[in-house]
């Protein structure tokens, strides 16, 4: 992934197949009840499609496993450091993911083991995140980008992310009243959507919010 600046003198990113996006964002979840962490890396398209809209899709995921998609949970240092490497790789500066959960407090000690020359990783916990009511809210994000605007892709340009759909298919309703860091792949997925959804293009700008499908005018302070 390249960060290009454009004739407008913005800057997009451009992947290895050619396809464009003016903003990315990762969510980053920690492993949970013997599931292993997830990332989930999405991009906004630069341009607007036939609908007139700009469309979200999954540019690239990771599980959080041991080699050869063995059962070994990676710890969470596995995870800060695969954040650190993709945040270099896929020139993404965008991390989402709660800072109040326990895992989180292990980032500063992390930073700290780094070299002097090496990215330091930092997190920004999504907006609108309260735990209780995070999994209905952005799932319906979701719901709505799929199933109403059909404006979601579970793949980019590289071919579809089966896993990441997989993981997201089994979830039950009632799934959706717990706290959603106890579904890491769905959390990774929905901390980057939240951040794209509820951040202005500059990614810190104010965002109003769609009037329907269950969307909310409001004012995202601190993003």
Request: glycine share 10%; aromatic share 12%; with cysteine.
């Amino acid at each position: 992934m390249k960060r290009v600046r454009g004739f407008d003198d913005q800057y997009f990113w451009r992947d290895k197949n050619g396809a464009e996006y003016r903003r990315i964002a990762a969510g980053l979840a920690w492993p949970a009840k013997e599931l292993p962490g997830w990332i989930v890396i999405l991009g906004e398209d630069r341009n607007k499609r036939g609908d007139g809209k700009r469309h979200i899709s999954v540019i690239h995921d990771w599980k959080g496993v041991g080699a050869k998609g063995g059962a070994d949970i990676l710890s969470p240092r596995d995870i800060m450091a695969e954040a650190s490497a993709l945040s270099v790789s896929m020139t993404c500066d965008v991390w989402v993911s709660p800072t109040e959960l326990p895992d989180a407090a292990l980032l500063p000690m992390y930073n700290r083991s780094l070299g002097r020359h090496d990215r330091k990783l930092s997190l920004r916990t999504p907006p609108r995140y309260e735990r209780a009511s995070a999994f209905l809210v952005y799932d319906r994000l979701l719901e709505y980008r799929t199933a109403r605007e059909h404006t979601f892709h579970f793949f980019g340009a590289g071919g579809r992310r089966k896993a990441l759909a997989d993981e997201y298919a089994v979830i039950r309703a009632e799934d959706k009243n717990s706290p959603l860091e106890e579904f890491p792949a769905v959390a990774a997925l929905l901390y980057a959507l939240a951040w794209v959804e509820f951040t202005g293009a500059g990614g810190h700008a104010e965002w109003a919010g769609r009037q329907d499908g269950g969307y909310r005018a409001a004012t995202i302070a601190g993003y």
